[in-house]
């Protein structure tokens, strides 16, 4: 028999948290300020408050470091110092702009569906849809307008003690538009995510951020260094024949988003649990993912050392 | 060979379980954490085996997991969807 100490079963601890910077009352602070005097309000403070942590926080600037050192290498200090402040200034209007959503509502945004007839194309194919997403924009914005697709969906999310910042709807506003599946659930979620899809739902899942083991990853290349991706989101479209759609939801302006279809990803069926069988799908979405960080630098928000 | 035997041999095999051969698997210990030491990745692929093998799809999430206690609560899973030979 196998001991629970085996390498198969043991579970590594993820580098990375989803625990919020601010405290809760800074969060309650800037929901207050949304409420009573807008989104630009909001905004306004923000440029504040990003420079206070960008100038006095090395710590928090640090975090952004090792993607920007990649995406603007050669900079000099003071080119990093700004795109320290542009990244976490995008990253702080995303956190405004979903409590804006939750707060005042959708109506707040203009969003652009590019990419909606192929998303209910892949829909009606009756076998499941797998949304493959990453770390980029505000994927809460492109939930909430996901209501096109007539199918439940279904949300791949993990929510650590600590994180204090409310998911959209949790403002109380509006009814969940969608069902959170837990990776730290009972068997990480395996057998919701294989149910939800087997009745033709949606399932929406980040392909750019390992919540289970070190097993389920596999190793591609990402801006020029090697970067350990999940494949679970491709092992459940060959176990279902579920297409995957890779979908990136950004802030294209300054009070509208838009939601770009990037690939469409077709995994054989039957590949089996060998972590390498998948490694070419990974490599679409990675493909994919630095195309959108070529395009959009700015909005793609890793704050951790995922090449270390 | 009973179902039980079966699905031994199939989960050596299509799991690739090198350090175990089907006579190592106790009938009642847990397939997932301590005993087995499968986690949820072989999850997604006992729901394909169980298809494949025994043309039986899992779309029951609660039956599933209550299917996936051990060895023996999958046989009998299985046994009891089988047609009636």
Redo the contacts between chains.
């Keep these: 028999m196998r001991t629970a100490a085996s390498p198969k079963s043991r579970r590594e601890k993820k580098p990375w948290s989803s625990r919020s910077i601010g405290s809760r009352w800074q969060h309650r602070f800037f929901y207050s300020l949304i409420r009573f005097a807008g989104r630009r309000a909001a905004y306004a403070l923000l440029f504040l408050v990003v420079l206070y942590y960008v100038l006095f926080r090395p710590s928090a600037r640090n975090r952004s470091r090792p993607y920007l050192l990649r995406r603007f290498p050669g900079r000099n200090p003071v080119a990093r110092l700004w795109d320290s402040y542009r990244i976490s200034l995008e990253a702080g209007k995303v956190l405004v702009d979903r409590a804006v959503l939750g707060i005042l509502g959708p109506g707040r945004f203009a969003f652009d569906h590019t990419g909606r007839e192929e998303l209910l194309k892949l829909a009606r194919e009756g076998r499941g849809l797998i949304l493959v997403t990453a770390h980029v924009g505000c994927w809460q914005v492109a939930m909430a307008n996901l209501g096109m697709l007539r199918t439940p969906i279904n949300l791949v999310i993990h929510r650590e003690e600590g994180d204090v910042d409310l998911l959209y709807f949790e403002h109380g506003r509006d009814a969940a538009p969608y069902r959170i599946i837990d990776p730290a659930g009972p068997l990480g979620g395996a057998l919701e995510m294989l149910h939800v899809l087997k009745h033709g739902e949606v399932l929406c899942i980040m392909g750019d951020r390992a919540m289970g083991s070190d097993r389920s990853t596999v190793a591609v290349d990402f801006l020029g260094g090697v970067v350990q991706f999940p494949f679970t989101p491709y092992q459940l479209a060959s176990a279902t024949g579920a297409p995957a759609a890779v979908i990136f939801p950004y802030k294209s302006g300054a009070g509208s988003y838009a939601l770009q279809v990037a690939k469409v990803i077709r995994v054989p069926v039957n590949l089996g649990r060998t972590p390498g069988a998948y490694r070419p799908y990974a490599d679409q979405f990675v493909r994919a993912l630095e195309d959108f960080v070529e395009a959009h630098p700015y909005q793609f928000f890793n704050f951790f050392d995922v090449w270390r | 060979m009973t179902t039980t035997e079966k699905l031994k041999n199939i989960l050596v095999e ?3 379980l090198e ?2 051969t089907p006579g ?3 009938d009642d ?1 847990p397939l ?14 006992l ?2 085996i169980v298809q ?1 093998h025994f043309g039986i ?5 609660d039956e ?2 209550t299917a ?1 206690q051990s060895i023996r609560s999958l046989a009998a899973y299985i046994d009891e969807r089988l047609p009636v030979r």
């Design positions: 299509d799991l690739n350090e175990l190592d698997i106790d210990a997932f954490g301590e005993g087995l030491g499968l986690d949820s990745l072989d999850a997604v692929e729901v394909v494949k799809e899992i779309r029951n999430m599933g997991r996936f």
